[in-house]
Nanobody
Framework: QVQLVESGGGLVQPGGSLRLPCVVS????????MGWYRQAPGKQRELVAS???????NYADSAKGLFTISRDNAKNTVYLQMNSLKPEDTAVYYC?????????WGQGTQVTVSS
């Protein structure tokens, strides 16, 4: 089993920044892909960004140039740095781990962008 714990969410003004850490219960060194997804009310869950075990990254078009995903293998932690936040970024953000054929999810952290 792999447990994921997200934190760092909250209320932020438009244009602000947040960093979301996701702490994993085991070494992430061999986890194939770690990702951040989000789900806004009434919408489907969507990929925001992912990072492979080799460090390759992938971003949704809406996140390119604004968000950065990174991993710290020594701390078993994956981060999502979000800059220039907009009201449309309001959602519950979920951490995801893909290990072999299994996928694991955290409980999510709420991000609200509002003035």
């Amino acid at each position: 089993q792999v447990q994921l714990v997200e934190s760092g969410g909250g209320l932020v003004q438009p244009g602000g920044s947040l960093r979301l850490p996701c702490v994993v219960s085991r070494s992430i060194f061999s986890i194939n892909v770690m990702g951040w997804y989000r789900q806004a009310p009434g919408k489907q869950r969507e990929l925001v960004a992912s990072i492979s075990s080799g460090g390759s990254t992938n971003y949704a078009d809406s996140a390119k140039g604004l968000f950065t995903i990174s991993r710290d293998n020594a701390k078993n932690t994956v981060y999502l740095q979000m800059n220039s936040l907009k009201p449309e970024d309001t959602a519950v953000y979920y951490c995801n781990a893909r290990l072999g054929f299994s996928m694991y999810w955290g409980q999510g952290t709420q991000v609200t962008v509002s003035s």
